[in-house]
């Protein structure tokens, strides 16, 4: 199993900045991509952002130019820097892998959660 902890969540003015971590852990044979999403009330879940093993990059256009995705693939670890936020920002951000447990073996896999709340 693959366990994915989120951080850095709360709650920030409009215009302001937050960053999120993601710290992956457990039976990890390789990281194949990691990425953001993230759920507002009463919308369906989208993607924010995600990172390749190779480097290459995908984001939401309602974040381009705002958001950037960065890996630190020596500490497992992905972050979200978001700048520029806006209300409609507020969600709850989920973090999320594919990797291989095994040599043979890939999942999807899933953090908690963290709420990020853009509010005056």
């Known amino acids: 199993q693959v366990q994915l902890v989120e951080s850095g969540g709360g709650l920030v003015q409009p215009g302001g900045s937050l960053r999120l971590s993601c710290v992956a852990s457990?039976?990890?044979?390789?990281?194949?991509?990691m990425g953001w999403y993230r759920q507002a009330p009463g919308k369906q879940r989208e993607l924010v952002a995600s990172?390749?093993?190779?480097?290459?990059?995908n984001y939401a256009d309602s974040v381009k130019g705002r958001f950037t995705i960065s890996r630190d693939n020596a500490k497992n670890t992905v972050y979200l820097q978001m700048n520029s936020l806006k209300p409609e920002d507020t969600a709850v951000y989920y973090c999320?892998?594919?990797?291989?447990?095994?040599?043979?073996?890939?999942?999807?896999?899933w953090g908690q959660g963290t709420q990020v709340t853009v509010s005056s």
């Open positions: 999320n892998t594919r990797a291989y447990s095994r040599y043979d073996s890939w999942d999807d896999y």
């Open positions: 457990g039976s990890i044979f390789r990281i194949i991509d």
């Open positions: 990172k390749n093993s190779g480097g290459g990059t």
